[in-house]
């Protein structure tokens, strides 16, 4: 089975309607002295493991979007977190949002320890399957799904939607390090990746001999996938 269709039931969370009963909760966790806060869904229905999506927020921390596509997914029959990687009641409105997203982007250590916290979280779910776990993230979050993969973690697959592609030398992914498959959904129209921060990630997947998968949207700028951010090709606000 290819790629594009083990992570088509993850791409169905854009129109999936929503009839399950599903549960939900806020849920407290740490990093080191870090008190998180994320985002538990799951279909209260549905009986015994099942695989599991771990969602990183975009720019502004975790907020109704991750949580309405969380929700989308737990419809499917997921177990689904949505981390916090900023930590609890870190929130930040732009500009703030890009100082604060820039903090994690310019200490990756610190961006996987965050992200390593809630993957933990997520397998010790008694609801989850821990041999099918996936990684999705939006913008700021695309680049985070990213990061878990070049950590090598044992993620079945990962998906950036309009994510930031680029990473530092020292911490770009080894040969054969990846045992996840990558999947990466990117606006071609997108002004804040360039062809080449592009380039530069599909060699890195390329000498990494990761599985992975770029797929272009025509007309498709920034935050595609958030119906509040507009999609206007014109608009060259940053909206990450």
Same mark, same amino acid.
């Given at each position: 089975?290819?790629?594009s269709?083990?992570i %088509?039931p993850?791409?169905?969370v854009? @129109?999936? +309607?929503l009839?399950? @009963?599903? =549960?939900?909760?806020? =849920?407290?966790?740490?990093? /080191?002295? #870090? ?5 538990r !869904?799951?279909d209260?229905a ?6 599991? !999506?771990?969602v &990183?927020?975009?720019?502004t *921390?975790?907020?109704?979007?991750e949580?309405?596509?969380s929700?989308?997914?737990a419809d499917? /029959?997921?177990t ?7 930590? #609890?009641?870190?929130?930040?409105k +732009?500009p703030a949002? /890009?100082?604060?997203a820039g903090?994690?982007?310019g200490?990756?250590?610190l961006f996987? $320890?965050?992200l390593e916290?809630? %993957?933990?979280l997520?397998r010790a779910? +008694?609801?989850?399957d821990p041999a099918? &776990? $996936?990684v999705? *993230?939006?913008?700021f979050?695309? #680049? *985070?799904a990213l990061?878990v @993969?070049?950590? /090598?973690?044992? =993620?079945?697959g990962v998906?950036s939607?309009h ?6 030398e020292?911490m770009?992914a080894?040969?054969g390090k990846i045992?996840?498959? !990558?999947?990466?959904l990117?606006? $071609?129209d997108? +002004?804040?990746?360039?062809a080449?921060?592009i380039?530069?990630?599909q060699?890195?997947m390329?000498?990494?001999? $990761?599985?992975w998968?770029?797929v272009?949207y025509?007309? @498709?700028?920034?935050?595609? #996938?958030?119906p509040?951010? *507009?999609?206007d090709?014109?608009d060259l606000t940053?909206?990450?």
């Open positions: 089975m290819n790629l269709a083990r %088509l993850l791409l169905l854009l @129109a999936a +309607p009839g399950a @009963a599903l =549960v939900e909760n806020t =849920v407290s966790y740490r990093q /080191g002295e #870090t008190a998180l806060e994320g985002f !869904v799951h209260g549905k009986a015994g493991k099942r695989p599991a !999506v771990l &990183i927020h975009q720019w *921390g975790l907020s109704e979007n949580r309405r596509r929700r989308m997914l499917l /029959g997921y689904v977190l949505a981390a916090d990687i900023y930590g #609890t009641g870190i929130r930040p +732009p949002a /890009g100082k604060e903090k994690y982007k200490d990756r250590a996987r $320890a965050r916290a809630a %993957l933990d997520l779910d +008694p609801l989850t099918r &776990i $996936a999705i *993230g939006y913008c979050g695309g #680049t *985070g990061e @993969a070049r950590s /090598g973690a044992a =993620v079945a998906v939607f994510g930031g592609l680029d990473a530092p020292d770009k080894a040969a045992p996840a498959k !990558v999947l990466v990117h606006g $071609a997108d +002004p804040f990746v360039s080449a921060e380039a530069g990630f060699k890195e390329t000498a990494a001999k $990761a599985d998968q770029m272009y025509s007309g @498709a700028v920034h935050s595609f #996938t958030q509040e951010a *507009g999609s090709p014109s940053p909206k990450f």
